[in-house]
């Protein structure tokens, strides 16, 4: 159960946050152009995102800068190994036919395409996530025109360095071929227990503290207000199975 004193807390940011914002707090003369209310990314929160730092630019020369975005656009890494059993990550662009079909079909794929990517470059990596000590939790923004300002978090984080060559290597072509299909159980599972972060914390009721009962109603109630009913959640599975997702069989980068 919250403390009261906790409850009194976020009550009253809710508060604070009705107010209107006429300057800046700690640089005078410097008033507010625009006011667009902040609220966690419901719609998208369910993905986990990444943030990845590449040493140097990773988009390929010689390509014109339209070029080069609809390649970085469409663009994964794959942790990988070499036959010395050491693990790397390959950076892969589209093949020439898959840039050939997005710009037809758009960005999405049907089920049971396969779409190939070529391996660009090579890297050795580096990730944290938030069970890794010292890791500082991140946020990034989203602007939607006529709704708002929407955060989401940055769960992990990657460092990529480039690998040097190894004499006597291969410079053998890589070839990652990419299948659709619709996510599974677990998978669903997996979103449903992401999204339920953004659920309001419910106080237990105590017999010998009535009041904490009443409490969290009324907290419940304020966030309502603020980030609207959560009548809909009853309907979270149900629309989750009439919902056509894709999600790629390779294998994500894990720590």
């Given at each position: 159960a919250l403390p009261i004193s906790q409850i009194d807390a976020i009550e009253r940011s809710f508060e604070?946050?009705?107010k209107p914002v006429l300057r800046h707090h700690t640089k005078?003369?410097?008033?507010?152009?625009?006011?667009?209310?902040?609220?966690?990314?419901?719609?998208m929160w369910k993905f986990p995102y990444a943030h990845v730092v590449f040493d140097t630019d990773p988009a390929l020369p010689g390509r014109s800068?339209?070029?080069?975005?609809?390649?970085?656009?469409?663009?994964?890494?794959?942790?990988?190994?070499?036959d010395e059993k050491e693990q790397f990550?390959?950076?892969?662009?589209?093949?020439?036919?898959?840039?050939?079909?997005?710009?037809?079909g758009g960005d999405l794929a049907e089920l049971g395409d396969n779409d190939e990517y070529l391996m660009a470059r090579e890297y050795n990596?580096?990730?944290?996530?938030?069970?890794?000590?010292?890791?500082?939790e991140n946020y990034f923004f989203l602007v939607r025109e006529g709704e708002?300002?929407?955060?989401?978090?940055?769960?992990?984080?990657?460092?990529?360095?480039?690998?040097?060559?190894?004499?006597?290597?291969?410079?053998?072509?890589?070839?990652?071929?990419?299948?659709?299909?619709?996510?599974n159980e677990d998978e669903v599972k997996a979103q449903h227990d992401r999204l339920s972060q953004l659920d309001p914390p419910v106080l237990e009721e105590?017999?010998?503290?009535?009041?904490?009962?009443?409490?969290?109603?009324?907290?419940?109630?304020?966030?309502?207000?603020?980030?609207?009913?959560?009548?809909e959640d009853d309907d979270d599975e149900g629309d989750d199975k009439n919902q056509k997702e894709?999600?790629?069989?390779?294998?994500?980068?894990?720590?």
């Open positions: 604070a946050a009705k005078p003369g410097v008033t507010a152009k625009e006011v667009l209310p902040l609220f966690p990314d419901f719609d800068e339209k070029e080069q975005l609809e390649e970085m656009s469409q663009a994964t890494i794959r942790g990988m190994e070499d990550v390959g950076f892969f662009v589209p093949a020439e036919e898959t840039k050939q079909k997005r710009r037809v990596w580096s990730v944290k996530n938030k069970l890794t000590k010292g890791y500082e708002g300002v929407f955060y989401n978090e940055l769960e992990t984080r990657v460092r990529l360095n480039k690998r040097r060559a190894k004499k006597g290597a291969s410079a053998g072509l890589s070839i990652l071929t990419v299948n659709y299909r619709d996510i105590d017999d010998d503290e009535p009041g904490d009962f009443a409490i969290a109603e009324k907290q419940k109630a304020a966030l309502a207000d603020v980030f609207g009913s959560s009548d894709k999600s790629s069989d390779s294998e994500s980068l894990s720590d």
